[in-house]
């Protein structure tokens, strides 16, 4: 719903009431998913497609944003998970023929590479990736952690020891 989003020039944040597991959280929003949402939302909002128009004219908490979807069908209802996989399958089905996604990747994929994404750059924020993923227990989050076999062979490629002494 509009109203659990909140979108600023500078931040934002999404509620999420029923992803996986059915687990309430609110998600920040960086900077590219803003403009994004700026993009999708500006002609519903009468504005121009910039991050600062949507910000202006987000609707608050007025009585008719309670209730509307972010996502709607062709007919202005909420969209079903069924039909939102259908989206990311076109989605990913085009992204893939340009050559940015391998053709199997699915909305778990994309969690998945967001939280081994997250970790790269924030190494062992386990507690932070669990919050954004809405998992309960850190033991669900760890699997992130795991490294691959190349990166196993990264790092025992880089080590100091040497038993030659070069």
């Given at each position: 719903?509009?109203s ?23 998600v ?17 909002l009468?504005c ?36 939102m996989?259908?989206m ?13 996604v ?58 100091r ?6």
């Amino acid at each position: 719903m509009l109203s659990d989003i909140s979108v600023g020039e500078r931040s934002g944040r999404v509620i999420v009431r029923s992803g996986k597991g059915n687990k309430a959280r609110t998600v920040p929003l960086n900077a590219p998913a803003r403009l994004a949402l700026a993009v999708y939302l500006a002609p519903r909002l009468h504005c121009k497609p910039t991050v600062k128009a949507v910000a202006a004219a987000w609707p608050r908490r007025e009585a008719g944003a309670v209730m509307t979807p972010l996502w709607q069908s062709q007919k202005r209802g909420r969209l079903t998970t069924s039909a939102m996989r259908q989206m990311i399958d076109i989605l990913v089905r085009d992204a893939s023929t340009r050559g940015l996604v391998p053709a199997q990747t699915s909305a778990h994929t994309l969690r998945h590479t967001f939280a081994h994404n997250y970790l790269t750059q924030h190494p062992g924020d386990i507690v932070g990736l669990a919050t954004l993923l809405g998992h309960t227990s850190l033991d669900t989050t760890r699997i992130y952690s795991q490294p691959t076999g190349e990166q196993l062979t990264t790092h025992v490629e880089g080590l100091r020891q040497n038993a030659y002494g070069e």
